[in-house]
């Protein structure tokens, strides 16, 4: 299988994406305001200021919305259906997309603990995913 391409839209994504193929969690925070953004930007989404510096962030977080994904978007996904889709609110404030990672265990549902952790994909591509917080998962 091919995993999915990985194709900054931005200098700023592209920060991220690097971060994360590193086993790296990054999120701009605001030097002025103290506000964490995601999704990355060249500027403070909440004071304007153009301050801002990548922080290591803990991946814990909330599922704030959930869904089940039953057709692949893309080939690269199509080996992995059914797989759960979440948003999930970190504890800095911010809400990032990923899907449920790969194993044996009750799906996560609506307001239970997560986190996000690097995950490197079969292909060798490394992503963010979901994995309930009582739950480990190789790099």
């Known amino acids: 299988m091919t995993g999915p ?38 500027f403070c989404t909440s004071c304007s200021s153009f301050h801002l510096k990548w922080q290591e962030v803990s991946g814990n977080g909330i599922i704030y919305a959930c869904t089940l994904i039953h057709r692949a978007p893309s080939p690269a996904l199509q080996e992995r259906t059914p797989y759960l889709l979440c948003l999930v609110e970190l504890a800095e404030g911010v809400r990032m997309m990923s899907r449920l990672a790969d194993g044996d265990f009750a799906a996560p549902g609506i307001g239970d603990a997560v986190r996000l952790v690097i995950h490197r994909e079969p292909d060798g591509t490394w992503l963010p995913l979901v994995v309930p917080e009582k739950m480990e998962i190789q790099p």
């Open 5 to 42: 391409q990985i194709t900054p839209a931005s200098a700023e994504a592209e920060h991220f994406w690097k971060a994360v193929q590193q086993g790296q969690l990054l999120l701009q925070q605001c030097l002025d305001c103290e506000r964490w953004q995601f999704y990355p930007r060249t």
